[in-house]
């Protein structure tokens, strides 16, 4: 049963302008991890920020992602679902890298036992996996172009089935989310394939 | 696909492509025991509202064994609303199917129409009597609790504090020069200032402490628990956050503690006004 709380949480985020559905994912311990809303939405970066908002009234930890329910449409045209990341983190006492991913409302979520650049490919990999994807794909090398923050880290995955390797770049906030990007971005077309043949 | 004028179709599409359930709304042939009974039981423990959806959807699929369902209801308050069975998110898949019409949508499809029917009502219902209730206990433009909630949580408290001496802090809190904000900039501006105060309030209270507006740039805050002095925790909570928000107005406070000030609701009011203007005054001294 549902608390007054839970109930005027969702309630608040329903009165955002466009927002159609909102679906609320808890972890283990019944603390809500995911906060996800489909929204017909004109701007969804300013729905995001005002639900990112409410949420952290309620669940400061929870994540907030917004779904574009006018991107059906442009699927049609030939855009998929895209992946988001939701967070990823790293964990110095256990060295364990966390990678949770979104695409479509639903949620997977992936780990690695190694630092942040390998980890964070890992871990997205596995995320990736989580959420059903068949990624015929094994991590080769994880490259931080250089030791200094703001530069970005090259991602190279090699086929199971050819030698066919695929290679991702991206420039972010830290090394792990970096990681993490560079891993999308070398399977952003193979994901798209997927997506369009309901796989 | 499967409506009212085709219920003989064949139920094997996904949840996205069946509509059951979307007719002009409940009628006396419709009339369900199960759902009444389950109204009946929900309305003796709690008010209902958007658990209560969730709650209907559950003994719904599980008296159909369907393997999914999901309501879609137009509030006019909020436009279309669609719910899905265990709280779960649509997909933008299903939301650009679901948008069509009201209506209840099942997987499998096996369900009478006039069940549907029944159970997107009471949805409907639940839905606006929770909004109802929301709006009426709270500001529209800061979603903080209104006045009118605001004077009946400060009936309790003060009642509790009366009765078994139970300290609690009044706050009032007023927008320094908010008027001549409001004048320069215009009142959207005005409005989008209020918002952020509202919600640097939001998160400078504890759990258990209400946070009120009380008048266009007045606000009200019952610190439970708290004397007097504890408020200057807040007030610098407050002014935390509204720098994290890059909101650089400012207010000045007045606060009043029961017992130790009154235990009468008006009293304090009074008194924590009062001080509020004497600091105002000396302020402009």
């Avoid at chain 1, 991206?170 to 997506?195: G, I, Y």
């Avoid at chain 2, 209730?133 to 500001?139: E, V």
């Avoid at chain 2, 939001?202 to 610190?223: H, W």
Wanted: glycine share 8%.
């Amino acid at each position: 049963m549902m608390s007054r709380t839970e109930e005027d949480f969702e309630l608040e985020l329903r009165s955002l302008p466009g927002v159609l559905n909102v679906g609320i994912t808890k972890h283990s311990n019944g603390n809500v991890n995911v906060v996800t809303l489909v929204a017909n939405s004109k701007d969804p970066l300013a729905t995001r920020s005002a639900a990112t908002q409410i949420a952290s009234l309620y669940y400061p930890e929870a994540a907030v992602v917004v779904e574009d329910a006018n991107r059906t449409l442009n699927d049609a045209r030939g855009e998929g679902p895209r992946v988001a990341l939701i967070r990823a983190d790293y964990d110095t006492t256990d060295g364990f890298c966390e990678v949770q991913l979104s695409v479509d409302g639903r949620t997977g979520i992936g780990r690695a036992g190694s630092g942040p650049l390998i980890g964070g490919a890992e871990a997205t990999l596995a995320a990736l996996r989580d959420l059903g994807y068949d990624v015929p794909y094994s991590l080769m090398t994880v490259t931080n172009v250089t030791n200094g923050r703001d530069w970005p880290v090259i991602v190279t995955l090699r086929s199971l089935a050819n030698d066919a390797d695929r290679f991702g770049i991206a420039r972010s906030e830290d090394d792990l989310v970096s990681a993490v990007k560079a891993t999308l971005d070398s399977l952003n077309r193979f994901l798209s394939t997927l997506e369009q043949r309901g796989l | 696909m499967r409506d009212d004028s085709d219920e003989d179709s064949e139920a094997t599409a996904t949840l996205t492509s069946i509509r059951v359930g979307d007719g002009p709304g409940f009628s006396g042939e419709a009339y369900e025991p199960w759902l009444f009974q389950t109204m009946l039981n929900e309305l003796s423990e709690r008010e209902l509202g958007v658990g209560f959806i969730y709650s209907i959807l559950d003994l719904f699929a599980n008296r159909h064994q369907l393997t999914d369902v999901a309501v879609v209801l137009v509030n006019e308050g909020f436009g279309t609303q669609m719910f899905r069975l265990g709280g779960e998110a649509v997909t933008t898949d299903m939301a650009a199917h679901l948008n069509a019409s009201p209506g209840v949508y099942c997987e499998p499809d096996t369900v009478p129409a006039a069940e549907c029917d029944a159970v997107r009502t009471a949805c409907q219902l639940a839905l606006s009597l929770h909004l109802a209730r929301f709006s009426a206990a709270h500001d529209p433009l800061t979603n903080i609790s209104n006045r009118r909630s605001f004077d009946e949580a400060l009936e309790v408290a003060a009642a509790r504090s009366a009765r078994y001496g139970w300290a609690f802090t009044l706050v009032l809190v007023d927008l320094n020069s908010f008027k001549a904000v409001n004048d320069k900039f215009g009142h959207e501006f005005g409005d989008h200032l209020l918002r952020q105060f509202g919600f640097a309030l939001r998160q400078a209270v504890r759990q258990g402490d209400t946070a009120a507006r009380v008048g266009g740039d007045e606000f009200a805050v019952i610190l439970s628990n708290a004397e007097g002095h504890e408020s200057s925790g807040f007030t610098e909570r407050l002014k935390g956050h509204l720098v994290a928000l890059g909101n650089a107005i400012e207010f000045t406070t007045g606060t009043a503690t029961s017992p130790r000030d009154s235990t009468d609701p008006s009293e304090l009011l009074r008194m924590a006004d009062a001080r509020l203007y004497e600091k105002k005054g000396i302020r402009i001294a």
